[in-house]
């Protein structure tokens, strides 16, 4: 037995049994382990003695603390990292599956289609790095596992901690970061890096996937790394001629040995593999495409209200509801939102067509008969693709059961699609909750209330969320309620200061009940920037981004802040990111397209603007009698050039409510980009004598541009 393996099996003896050696690579040797406290294999990665011995163990912990915040549901999850005895080490889930190298020294190059696919997803965990500052810099085969037929990245860590200890550790250990074959000429030079080395080495590995070939070879690799610097790789037409034109145009830009002259961002490289026009993709310098498996998707349904009192409907839409927060929260599943997935309540429509329109694999259905303190619940996940399901559960349990039902639907999602959940995930979805039932009650009625996006509903929502505090006191999320009515009654329909001053108290309690809820971070944030604390406001949803990074509306409502204060390039960034969360949401897409236009980005405020169009009319098409969309519509079709339909949604807007100040506003921002000063002075009046309140919206939403220096529009702003 090899001396240094017993070694290493004592210093790591009480958390990992280590089974075998599984291989070697430049940098670290991998084992298989088994982890004591969690029940679990795992892949252990042990840093080479000498290399550990030069990079230091506190220059280690460091760095690759910084990668484990990495969570993409194509990026393999850092499980753990320490030091024991000298050996520095780190931990990823074992994947049963094979690496890229591995399928291409079988198969020597991939279809087509698989090859786009696969590299779209490892271009969108690169580009979630890269937006978190993090480069990869060793992208290759070798770091691409392929579970269940979906490519996952891995090793940020070790490339990140060798290379932030520099070239001495480098000489020493005689080790370089990047593989010749498929490294930047920029990093063979041993230049500074940026994200557009990461694309090159993607494009090599793409180019390989396609072609069966590396684009440079050569006897050594230093033979293979100069050719960088003197030619140009081969037209991947000439070795695939079934290889579409604008994927060789790609791999050409890609690959150029000035870094100028690559794709701005690995987001705009992805796209372009799938662009057939001529022109370089700016759609997704706007709404670049985070590709998530198909594989692991869910639309969750309203379930049915089977009980015999219709008003139990709250109840049977709270439990969806619930089942959404919770699956969202992982990375590697991509959830419809509560928004598409209700559009179809009440609609007799086929598995397979719902799933179809939600662009999901798997759709979770059940019922809920609500009998006093009894509750019957069944659910099924059925897979679109052939209507089989895949689990199916019946419940009978007590009212008190209600949050172990939730937590068991939610894993049961989980363990029927294989998705692989980091610790952060496991316990966001374990954690226990000791919230009293009847105050659960109250909350649920009170989240029915306020998804109706109306005053009166607004006003119910409240006080069903205060009902529910009256119970509980402790209720944090409850708390988190309140402030988000009084801030939305606030900034819509009702602009007194005391709903502020409310906003506030119940943001700032929810906070010291549970600072660890993202939602509390979330509603204090938004309390915040209504009273022109932009600072803290901004420290807020940050923590909030931080403690749950799916959480739309963390940035959604962050770039609604930051356009209330004028800073449009930071505005349009959280818009950016808030439409890769909820791709099918309407509302990022149309403000995007409004500070694009603010920064004088006409190209990209024209892609943004025809996103926003496209998804108004899938919305509408589904849910005909949208409040939001509707409105928003209206504003849209303006700023597309289409007044027509402009006006024709002004019209239904007044139909639905021709007292509602939102409504109103949003009339008033249509006529104004219709070049209807007259009309657009009138509403905007009518929207503030009827509550509307965002004065700081107002003096900085360009809809306004038109009219913003009239004497009428100052004097309707200044008596605000």
């Known amino acids: 037995m090899n001396p240094q393996f017993e070694r290493l099996r004592d210093a790591l003896g009480d958390t990992y049994s280590i089974d075998r050696e599984l291989g070697k690579g430049g940098m670290a040797t991998v084992y298989l382990a088994q982890d004591k406290k969690h029940d679990r294999v795992v892949a252990l990665k042990v840093l080479h003695q000498e290399l550990a011995a030069s990079l230091g163990a506190e220059r280690f912990l460091r760095e690759i603390k910084m990668v484990a915040r990495l969570n993409h549901p194509h990026i393999l999850p850092l499980f753990d990292s320490d030091v024991a005895d000298s050996f520095l080490y780190y931990v990823m889930p074992y994947v049963e599956g094979e690496s890229l190298r591995e399928r291409l020294d079988r198969q020597q190059l991939l279809p087509i289609d698989e090859a786009i696919r696969h590299a779209r997803s490892i271009a969108s965990a690169l580009d979630y790095a890269h937006r978190q500052s993090i480069i990869h810099r060793d992208i290759k085969p070798e770091n691409v596992m392929l579970y269940e037929g979906e490519a996952m990245v891995m090793d940020f860590g070790i490339a990140k901690a060798v290379s932030a200890a520099g070239s001495q550790t480098l000489t020493q250990t005689g080790m370089m970061v990047g593989t010749p074959a498929y490294v930047s000429p920029e990093q063979a030079a041993g230049e500074e890096l940026d994200a557009r080395s990461d694309q090159y080495s993607l494009a090599c590995v793409v180019y390989e996937m396609l072609s069966g070939e590396r684009p440079f070879t050569g006897a050594t690799a230093q033979a293979v790394m100069a050719k960088r610097f003197s030619e140009t790789p081969k037209p991947i037409r000439t070795l695939r001629g079934a290889v579409p034109e604008n994927v060789e145009r790609a791999l050409e830009k890609a690959m150029a040995a000035d870094s100028s002259k690559r794709f701005a961002t690995t987001a705009i490289f992805s796209q372009a593999l799938i662009n057939t026009s001529l022109k370089t993709p700016s759609d997704t310098q706007t709404l670049p495409n985070q590709v998530v498996s198909t594989a692991k998707s869910v639309a969750v349904l309203p379930f049915a209200n089977m009980s015999a009192d219709a008003e139990n409907e709250y109840f049977t839409d709270g439990m969806a509801e619930e089942i959404i927060n919770a699956l969202t929260k992982i990375q590697s599943l991509r959830v419809a939102s509560r928004t598409s997935s209700f559009a179809f309540k009440g609609k007799n429509e086929d598995i397979g067509e719902i799933g179809r329109k939600l662009k999901v694999s798997t759709v979770l259905e059940g019922s809920v008969r609500k009998m006093g303190n009894r509750l019957r619940i069944t659910a099924q996940l059925v897979n679109v693709a052939d209507g089989y399901q895949l689990w199916s559960e019946r419940y009978d349990r007590e009212m008190e059961d209600v949050f172990a039902i939730q937590d068991d639907i939610s894993q049961a999602i989980v363990k029927a699609l294989r998705v692989i959940l980091s610790e952060d995930e496991k316990k966001a979805i374990e954690k226990p909750r000791t919230v009293n039932v009847e105050a659960y009650d109250f909350y649920l009625r009170g989240r029915q209330y306020f998804h109706q996006w109306r005053r009166k509903a607004m006003e119910h929502a409240r006080q069903m969320f205060n009902r529910a505090i009256e119970i509980d006191p402790d209720y944090a999320i409850a708390y988190a309620g309140v402030a988000d009515c009084c801030s939305f009654l606030y900034q819509y329909w009702d602009a007194r200061e005391s709903n502020l001053r409310q906003a506030e108290a119940a943001s700032k309690k929810a906070l010291e009940l549970e600072p660890g809820l993202a939602e509390a971070h979330l509603s204090r944030g938004i309390a915040l920037s209504l009273t022109k604390q932009f600072g803290e406001a901004e420290q807020e949803f940050e923590t909030a981004m931080r403690l749950d990074p799916k959480l739309f509306e963390a940035a959604y409502f962050f770039g609604r802040a930051l356009r209330a204060e004028g800073r449009n390039e930071e505005s349009a960034k959280m818009f950016e990111r808030a439409a890769l969360l909820r791709p099918e949401d309407f509302q990022a897409p149309n403000f995007l397209a409004s500070a694009y236009t ?73 006529y104004s980009l219709l070049g209807k000063s007259e009309d657009a002075l009138e509403y905007l009046r009518q929207a503030v004598d009827n509550g509307f309140g965002h004065k700081e919206w107002i003096e900085h939403d360009g809809d306004f541009d038109s009219i913003r220096e009239l004497p009428r529009f100052k004097a309707i702003v200044q008596a605000m």
């Open 598 to 670: 603010a920064l004088g980005k006409t190209a990209e405020a024209d892609s943004a603007c025809r996103r926003a169009v496209k998804l108004i009319e899938e919305r509408l098409a589904l849910e005909p009698g949208d409040t939001r969309a509707t409105a928003l519509g209206a504003v849209t079709y303006a700023n597309n050039n289409e007044p027509d339909k402009a006006v024709a949604l002004v019209r239904r807007s007044l139909e639905i409510d021709p007292e509602d100040s939102m409504l109103l506003y949003t009339v008033a921002c249509t």
